[in-house]
């Protein structure tokens, strides 16, 4: 399977970040019932039990559903973490920024990336590293007339959009040329999975990837 191809095709990353390993299949079911297969569990940073919880969230996903998900990692701050992802199953790693250390290490590994970066500077330097897409963060903060301005003269950079992506204003970043979204707490709706509501989820899912046709 090549992985940037079915990001580019698939278009929805769902953000999973803070959620229980043991609500992990739960939700994905939530998820792909919604037509989402691309899911990216963050790893949670704040402690070394967090990092225990995100391995397990990942190994959970990649064993039991691993047929129906495209799993990958988020939150990636290191190369070690990269070498952790692909022990839990993940098959691509998205970063919060540009580290040169995290990209070298996951194309080594022949796992997909998608780097975070900012600036025009950051962007070039993302893809040059070896980042297969540039992840815009935080581009809804920025807005879509951002996105439009640094694509002018990087228009053969590949560019997704991630933080404060919705409904509203999805489409208007793929108009303006982004390859994919992530979308965080906008989808994972933490009190319906507190409720165990996941039905929820699924119909917010199920509209997003309706705004795709």
Not at 71 to 82: D, F, H, K, R, Y
Request: one cysteine or more.
């Amino acid at each position: 399977m090549n992985i940037i191809e079915e990001i580019r095709k698939r278009k929805i990353v769902a953000i999973v970040r803070g959620v229980k390993s043991d609500d992990m299949i739960s939700l994905a079911d939530a998820l792909t019932e919604g037509g989402i297969t691309l899911i990216e569990v963050t790893f949670d940073q704040r402690s070394k039990e967090g990092i225990q919880e995100t391995m397990k969230s990942l190994s959970r996903i990649k064993e039991e559903r691993g047929g129906r998900v495209i799993l990958g990692a988020g939150t990636v701050l290191t190369a070690e973490q990269v070498e952790l992802a692909a022990r839990g199953g993940a098959e691509y790693i998205i970063t919060p920024n540009v580290n040169r250390s995290v990209i070298e290490r996951a194309k080594e590994m022949g796992m997909s990336v998608m780097s975070g970066a900012l600036t025009p500077t950051e962007i070039e330097d993302a893809y040059r590293t070896g980042a297969d897409i540039v992840k815009l963060f935080p581009a809804g903060s920025l807005g879509v007339s951002y996105l439009k301005a640094v694509r002018g003269p990087l228009s053969h950079i590949p560019v997704s959009a991630v933080g404060g992506i919705d409904e509203r204003n999805m489409r208007a970043f793929f108009d303006a040329g982004a390859c994919a979204v992530g979308i965080g707490g906008n989808l994972i709706d933490r009190q319906a999975i507190a409720e165990r509501k996941f039905g929820r989820i699924t119909g917010t899912a199920r509209r997003l990837t309706a705004l795709l046709k």
